[in-house]
C-alpha cells in the first residue's frame, strides 16, 4: 500500500464556532492537526483578550480525552479596537494574532472595520509588538463584481497596508486569485498566505454544476480555471510564504440549503486528505509537508512539531452529514470518495 508521512501538520486558518457545533466538529480537526488557528468572528465576536480567553476555555473543553490539540486564539479588530487591548494582546500568550475583516465582508463581519485608514495607528502599534494581522482580503463595495473583490482590495487596501508597515507581518488568508498570488511572491518576507482545500481543488463550475450546489458557496468565492491553477502552482511551489489554512467554516445544513445559504465551507471532516488529493493531481506530492507543516509554524515563529501523520492511497466514502439536528452539517465532498485516508497518527516521536 502506497504511504506518506510527514511530521504532525496545523491549520493556520479555522472556524470552529462555539456550543454545541464546537463538540460537533473541533474532534475532527484535533484528530490530525496539532494546533489552529483559531478565528474570531463569533456572535459576538472575539474582540478582547479576556474574551478569547474565555473562548479558548471553551474550546479545551472540546477536545476529546488523550489527543493533544493547541488552539492559537486570535482576536477580531473592529473600529473600536484600543492600542491598549493591542498591548495586551501582544503581552498574552494564548493569543497570536488579530484578524482584519472589512465590514461586511462575510459571515459575522457585521462588526468589522468600515474604515481601513482609520485603524491604521492600530496596525502600527501591531506592527511594534510584532504580532500578525490576518486579513480576510475583499472590498465590501456592492457594485463590485463579487469574483472580482479580492483582486481589487490587493490594489487598493493590502498594497496600502503593506507600504505604509512593512515590518507587520501579514497573512493574506484563503488567497483565491493570481493576483493575490503574484502579490504575495512579490512582496517581502512580512507577507504570506494561506490557502484552503477548495480553492485548489474546484473552480467555480463547481457551484452550479447540474445546479445550484451550497456547500461549495464560500467567500472568497470559487475562481475561474486559471486562478485556481495559480494556487496549486503557488502551494506546491515549495515557496514558504504559502501554508496550509483550510478555512474549515461550518454552518448547520439548515441555514445552507436555503433561499440565501450562509458562506462557508465545511472541510475539517478530511482536510489533509484534501490537501493530499490536490497535490497528487499536481504530481507534488514531495512539497506537501512544508505547506501542512513548516511554513505556518515558521512564520508565526512557533515550533515545527515533532510527531507524525502517515496517510495511506486508499478511497473512502465521505459520509453525508456529520452531527444531529440543530448541529446537522454537510461536510465538502458528501456522498463522494476521496482518495487519501489517514492511516496513523503519532503526536510526538
Ligand atoms: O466562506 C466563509 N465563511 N468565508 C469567511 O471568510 C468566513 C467563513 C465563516 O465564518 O463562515
Ligand atoms: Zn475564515
Not at 503574484?182 to 481543488?201: D, G, K, W, Y
Not at 440543530?326 to 485516508?341: D, N, S, Y
Request: aromatic residues 8%.
Amino acid at each position: 500500500m502506497k504511504t506518506l508521512t510527514i511530521t504532525r501538520p496545523d491549520d493556520w486558518h479555522l472556524h470552529v464556532r462555539n456550543g454545541a457545533i464546537l463538540k460537533t466538529v473541533l474532534p475532527h480537526t484535533a484528530r490530525q492537526f496539532a494546533r489552529a488557528i483559531i478565528m474570531p468572528n463569533l456572535k459576538p465576536p472575539v474582540t478582547t483578550v479576556t474574551q478569547a480567553l474565555a473562548y479558548r476555555e471553551e474550546i479545551l473543553q472540546a477536545i476529546p480525552a488523550g489527543i493533544d490539540f493547541t488552539p492559537l486564539m486570535t482576536l477580531y479588530l473592529t473600529g473600536s479596537t484600543t492600542v491598549a487591548e493591542i498591548k495586551k494582546a501582544a503581552g498574552s500568550d494564548p493569543v497570536y494574532a488579530f484578524k482584519l475583516y472589512p465590514a461586511g465582508a462575510t459571515t459575522n463581519s457585521d462588526s468589522g472595520v468600515a474604515d481601513i485608514k482609520a485603524i491604521f495607528p492600530l496596525l502600527a502599534e501591531m506592527e511594534k509588538h510584532n504580532i500578525p494581522l490576518l486579513i480576510h482580503g475583499e472590498v465590501t463595495d456592492v457594485h463590485c463584481d463579487i469574483f472580482d473583490r479580492e483582486r481589487v482590495f490587493v490594489d487598493t487596501s493590502l498594497t496600502d497596508i503593506v507600504d505604509n508597515f512593512p515590518g507587520l507581518r501579514v497573512v493574506v488568508e484563503h488567497v483565491t486569485t493570481t493576483e493575490a498570488v503574484q502579490f504575495v511572491q512579490a512582496a517581502s518576507n512580512q507577507v504570506a498566505a494561506t490557502i484552503t482545500p477548495q480553492h485548489l481543488l474546484f473552480n467555480r463550475n463547481a457551484l452550479l454544476a447540474g445546479g445550484i450546489r451550497p456547500h461549495y458557496y464560500c467567500l472568497p468565492i470559487l475562481k475561474r480555471e486559471p486562478h485556481r491553477l495559480a494556487l496549486v502552482a503557488a502551494a506546491t511551489s515549495g515557496n514558504p510564504k504559502f501554508f496550509l489554512g483550510t478555512d474549515s467554516a461550518p454552518h448547520t445544513t439548515l441555514l445552507k440549503e436555503t433561499s440565501c445559504g450562509c458562506a462557508g465551507c465545511y472541510s475539517a471532516h478530511a482536510a489533509l486528505e484534501l490537501y493530499a488529493e490536490a497535490f497528487e493531481h499536481a504530481d507534488a506530492l514531495d512539497k506537501l509537508e512544508g505547506f501542512a507543516s513548516f511554513y505556518g509554524a515558521d512564520f508565526y515563529h512557533l515550533p515545527r512539531n515533532t510527531g507524525t501523520v502517515t496517510l495511506e492511497k486508499s478511497t473512502w466514502k465521505i459520509p453525508a452529514s456529520y452531527g444531529e439536528n440543530e448541529t446537522l452539517i454537510t461536510p465538502l465532498k458528501a456522498g463522494e470518495e476521496v482518495g487519501w485516508k489517514i492511516q496513523s497518527i503519532h503526536e510526538a516521536n
